[in-house]
Each structure stands twice: as structure tokens, then as C-alpha cells.
């Protein structure tokens, strides 16, 4: 009997044993639980502005360039103000660099505007039109010796065409940290568009340009700067969140798709550049 007892007194001990080592490890383990539980943090939302207060905020400059090529004194009017040559290009981007001024790209300015994001110190935008392979060459080749980023606003069916940027030239662009923006399939004037020129200059060239660079495309340019009321509801259905118009009045129902621009003419100085451009935002930031 005596030989029974106790081997089970000693069982019994080991498992009251266990049990109680087993309980101060659940305690210890339920004690420091409020300790390593992380707390998400609620972030308060951002209230977008409505268009007076958009309207309200101080105009950026935004330079719109074309083509960046030498031209003859005997070149027609046309040629001179779409056409920049490569040593004023380059001389116009160190002047703006002396000046002090800073890129900013779009989705910058829209933050700006949209949200009151703070823009760093004389910003500006440098952007150009028309899909042009010296805007790779010379013009992005230029700027980056300032650390200066554009936006390209590309127009579809001139990509891979001799003396037009190429899709690995796009996505380089994009890649070295510039913005690709859509400028319609074939550059005809939003104002004459109806039915299918809405897919066909809205939605297949933003898609095209997406497949290319692999990131979103938000932003437009209308061609020759011409828009109508009618084109920005097609613009919000394919999802693009500003456009971009010339020197001419902006929109006051909706100031984030008619942001204006000046074009740089191949007549000016780069002193006259300067001056057209202060003269042009004379409200700018």
C-alpha cells in the first residue's frame, strides 16, 4: 500500500507543479499584452478646396516648349515662336537656376492647389508639347544638369517615328523621375470632338502611355490650348485629374482642368523670357 502512495503523491505534485508554472506564464504573457499592442494612428482627412479657393491660390509659372532646333533667320513666323534653339534652351534652363527657381511636376501642383501643400521656394514647370525627340536629347539632357524635372505631354501616334520620341525614351523619362502626360492620339482640337474622338483621343492614348512607362497617367494638355466645357466631363470619366490650356482665362467651375501655360518663343532673349513669364503669372507664387 505504502509502496503506492507514494509514487502517486509524487505524480501529483509534478502536475500541481506544472500547472502553476503554466499559470504564471499565462499571467506574464496577459500583463504585458497591453504593452505590445500597436495602436493605429487616426489620420485626420484632408478637405479638398473648392474652385473659388483654387482660383485664390497664386498661379505657378508653367513654360510650355515645343521644338528645340536651330532654325534660319529666313525660317517662317510659325517656325520662330514654336521653335527654340539648343544654346537658348540651355541658356534659359541656367537662368532659371541662377534665379533660384525649383521644377515641380504636376501632381505637385495639384496638391498644392487641391490641398495647400507647401511648394518649394519660385517653383516652376517646365513642359513640352508635341512628342519631339530632341525634348529627349537635348531638352531632358539639359535640365538634369540643373536637377530639373518636365513633364512630357505626348501625343500617340507619333511615338517610334523617325525624329519623334521612341517608347524606350518615354519610359526613360519616366523612370529618371519626369512625368508623362497624354496630348491626345493625333493632335486634333478637343473643340471638334463627338461620339468615339472621345476614346479615341482621351482613353486609348492614356492606356498606350500606361502600358509603356507602368504608372498612372493623370494629366492632359489640350492641343493648341483649345477646350470647351463640354470636353471636361469626358476628361473626369477617364480619369484624369488636371489639364492644362494656354495663356488664356481660366475655367471658374473648374480651374484644375484649364491650368495655364505660356509658350517660350524661339524670338525671345532669355531675358525676355524671364520677363514674358513674370508678366504672364503675374500673381505667381
Same mark, same amino acid.
Given at each position: 500500500?505504502?509502496?503506492? $502512495?507514494?509514487?502517486?503523491?509524487?505524480? *501529483?505534485?509534478?502536475?500541481?507543479?506544472?500547472?502553476?508554472?503554466?499559470?504564471?506564464?499565462?499571467?506574464?504573457?496577459?500583463?504585458?499584452?497591453?504593452?505590445? $499592442?500597436?495602436?493605429?494612428?487616426?489620420?485626420?482627412?484632408?478637405?479638398?478646396?473648392?474652385?473659388?479657393?483654387? *482660383?485664390?491660390?497664386?498661379?505657378?509659372?508653367? *513654360?510650355?516648349?515645343?521644338?528645340?532646333?536651330?532654325? @534660319?533667320?529666313?525660317? &517662317?513666323?510659325?517656325?520662330?515662336?514654336?521653335?527654340?534653339?539648343?544654346?537658348?534652351?540651355?541658356?534659359?534652363?541656367?537662368?532659371?537656376?541662377?534665379?533660384?527657381?525649383?521644377?515641380?511636376?504636376?501632381?505637385?501642383?495639384?496638391?498644392?492647389?487641391?490641398?495647400?501643400?507647401?511648394?518649394? !521656394?519660385?517653383?516652376?514647370?517646365?513642359?513640352?508639347?508635341?512628342?519631339? &525627340?530632341?525634348?529627349? #536629347?537635348?531638352?531632358?539632357? +539639359?535640365?538634369?544638369?540643373?536637377?530639373?524635372?518636365?513633364?512630357?505631354?505626348?501625343?500617340?501616334?507619333?511615338?517610334?517615328?523617325?525624329?519623334?520620341? @521612341? +517608347?524606350?525614351?518615354?519610359?526613360?523619362?519616366?523612370?529618371?523621375?519626369?512625368? $508623362?502626360?497624354?496630348?491626345?492620339?493625333?493632335?486634333?482640337?478637343?473643340?471638334?470632338?463627338?461620339?468615339?474622338?472621345?476614346?479615341?483621343?482621351?482613353?486609348?492614348?492614356?492606356?498606350?502611355?500606361?502600358?509603356?512607362? &507602368?504608372?498612372?497617367?493623370?494629366?492632359?494638355?489640350?492641343?493648341?490650348?483649345?477646350?470647351?466645357?463640354?470636353?471636361?466631363?469626358?476628361?473626369?470619366? #477617364?480619369?484624369?485629374?488636371?489639364?492644362?490650356?494656354?495663356?488664356?482665362?481660366?475655367?471658374?467651375?473648374?480651374?484644375?482642368?484649364?491650368?495655364?501655360?505660356?509658350?517660350?518663343?524661339?524670338?525671345? !532673349?532669355?531675358?525676355?523670357?524671364?520677363?514674358?513669364?513674370?508678366?504672364?503669372?503675374?500673381?505667381?507664387?
Amino acid at each position: 500500500m505504502k509502496k503506492w $502512495i507514494l509514487p502517486g503523491i509524487f505524480s *501529483l505534485f509534478l502536475i500541481f507543479s506544472c500547472q502553476e508554472k503554466k499559470n504564471k506564464q499565462i499571467e506574464k504573457e496577459v500583463s504585458a499584452t497591453p504593452d505590445t $499592442i500597436a495602436v493605429p494612428k487616426v489620420q485626420p482627412k484632408s478637405v479638398a478646396n473648392e474652385a473659388a479657393a483654387i *482660383l485664390a491660390r497664386k498661379e505657378v509659372p508653367i *513654360l510650355c516648349y515645343h521644338n528645340i532646333k536651330d532654325f @534660319s533667320a529666313s525660317a &517662317g513666323e510659325m517656325t520662330k515662336t514654336y521653335t527654340v534653339k539648343p544654346a537658348a534652351f540651355a541658356e534659359q534652363m541656367k537662368a532659371l537656376s541662377d534665379a533660384g527657381y525649383h521644377s515641380i511636376l504636376p501632381h505637385e501642383l495639384y496638391d498644392y492647389l487641391v490641398y495647400n501643400k507647401a511648394l518649394p !521656394s519660385k517653383p516652376v514647370m517646365i513642359t513640352f508639347d508635341d512628342t519631339r &525627340g530632341e525634348q529627349f #536629347s537635348i531638352g531632358a539632357a +539639359e535640365m538634369k544638369k540643373y536637377n530639373f524635372k518636365g513633364v512630357f505631354f505626348i501625343m500617340t501616334v507619333a511615338i517610334n517615328r523617325p525624329n519623334y520620341l @521612341s +517608347e524606350s525614351e518615354i519610359k526613360t523619362l519616366s523612370d529618371d523621375g519626369n512625368c $508623362i502626360a497624354a496630348h491626345t492620339w493625333d493632335h486634333h482640337m478637343v473643340t471638334k470632338y463627338a461620339g468615339e474622338d472621345w476614346n479615341t483621343q482621351l482613353d486609348k492614348p492614356k492606356k498606350r502611355l500606361e502600358t509603356i512607362i &507602368g504608372k498612372p497617367i493623370d494629366y492632359f494638355a489640350y492641343p493648341f490650348g483649345l477646350w470647351n466645357t463640354a470636353a471636361i466631363p469626358e476628361l473626369k470619366k #477617364s480619369d484624369y485629374k488636371m489639364a492644362f490650356i494656354l495663356a488664356t482665362k481660366r475655367d471658374s467651375i473648374n480651374p484644375l482642368y484649364t491650368v495655364r501655360r505660356m509658350i517660350v518663343s524661339g524670338n525671345w !532673349s532669355t531675358d525676355k523670357m524671364m520677363k514674358a513669364m513674370e508678366a504672364t503669372f503675374t500673381n505667381s507664387k
